[in-house]
């Protein structure tokens, strides 16, 4: 049977969500409900704190990047067992790409998904309740179930908030400032979850918290069976790289999709894994490596040292595998990588590019992709969705161009990646195909 859920949105990114959302799992779990949850849109580091809060994984429903059959398939497979589905937001309830899709609230529609609103009280109180009457009526195929009142500055505070409340929207908690409900962050985000060694500990304290601020059967009430098409069909979202495929996973290489990994599975390859930080070399056996994105920009030194990794990657090019590298997983394959201090460390020199740490400069957004020649990622133009987000640069650029690129809004944005013979990469994220 089909698990009822909801979606937990807010106004603007940092507001609360993340933790707040962390909270409520835990909470749940503690009843002794099996929670399942998902992540809106391209986001790495949240799902593995998901994960943490639940010990269930967390997929990630991407209104934009996903074709519809794929987006139904991830809703049915989270929505299909377990007793409720909590989603987190992502950025402000309506924002979304530059086209002005994609949106956290495109999600609410599309499955029917009511929302729950977490606002930042700080330093307001009934404009807190206009933020929710213009959040209320600014789409009508969007419901706002209920709000939760975050950074709340005491019990007077509390009472003026619910007093000024008049769209008849339950007020489902009211959560206090308090320190112990924040997460340390770097440049891409929250500092990763596995990084925490205390992760369990926080968990269990936030939702104490929220256990005793948030009206936790009330959330719960406020769930509803999502609106799934049945009977749809679906394909991976990527064609799998090989048959075999080695994919490097740690602290340094820790953004590879669930839901991409998944589909390579059900497609029928074998995935191994190996740790790059532990100096681990891909499977002699695999005919594809995949480096995915991460922080090796924070490791630099240490992966520069690991001569049984990097000297594995030569081997697993020299036989032809396939190796694939995406952001972070890009920079390493190229010949140096500069960290933060401005250092070079030399890479594996699969790729005659550079890359560089020491200016950090913001590169984000939608992007839709054509491969520019065939590969074990596909023919020659076939098309992509995914996403950039990183701050290093490309200092040297070689090699034979891997894709053509178009922003959300269709702009054109050049050419990007490198290919030398079965090596190949990118600073951009694959999500889904694309056959527009």
Known sequence: MTAPGLIIAAPASGSGKTVLTLAILRALKRRGL?????????????????????????????????????????????????????????????????????????????????????????G?????????????????????????FNRVGGDSHAELLRDAVVDRVPVVGTVPRDRRLVLPERHLGLVQAGEHGDLSRFLDAAADIITDTVDLDALIALAARPA????????????????????????????????????????????????????????????????????????AGRLAANDVFLDGLREAAERRAFVFGECGGFMVLGETLTDGDGKAHGMAGLLPVATSFAAPRLHLGYRRLRLLSEC?????????????????????????????????????????????????????HLIDGDDS
């Open 34 to 122: 099996d929670v399942r949850s998902f992540k809106t849109g391209p986001d790495y580091i949240d799902p593995a704190f998901h994960g943490a809060a639940t010990g269930r994984p967390a997929p990630n429903l991407d209104p934009w990047a996903m074709r519809e059959t794929t987006l139904q398939a991830e809703a049915r497979r989270v929505s299909g067992d377990g007793n409720i589905v909590i989603g987190e937001g992502v950025m402000g309830l309506f924002d979304g790409a530059l086209d002005g899709t994609g949106s956290t609230a495109d999600l609410a529609a599309r499955f029917a998904w009511p929302v729950v609103l977490v606002i930042d009280v700080r």
């Open 228 to 299: 799934l098409e049945t009977g749809a069909g679906e394909n991976a979202a990527l064609q799998p790289l090989g048959q075999r495929i080695a994919v490097a996973h740690d602290e340094a290489f820790a953004f590879a999709y669930p839901g991409v990994l998944d589909g390579w599975r059900r497609a029928g390859a074998d995935l191994t894994f190996f740790s790059p930080l532990a100096d681990q070399a891909p499977d002699e056996t695999c005919d594809a490596v995949y480096l995915p994105g991460g922080y090796p920009e924070l490791h």
């Open 376 to 428: 074990p990622l596909g023919v020659t133009g076939g098309g992509f969705r995914g996403h950039e987000f990183h701050y290093a640069a490309e200092i040297k650029s070689g090699g034979d161009p891997l894709f053509s690129v178009t922003d959300a809004r269709c702009i054109d944005r050049g050419e990007t990646g490198s290919r030398v013979a079965s090596v190949a990469g990118s600073f951009l």
């Open 124 to 148: 307001q109180a009934a404009s807190a309740a206009a933020t929710l009457a213009g959040f209320v009526n600014f789409r009508s195929d969007v419901r706002i179930a209920g709000v939760i």
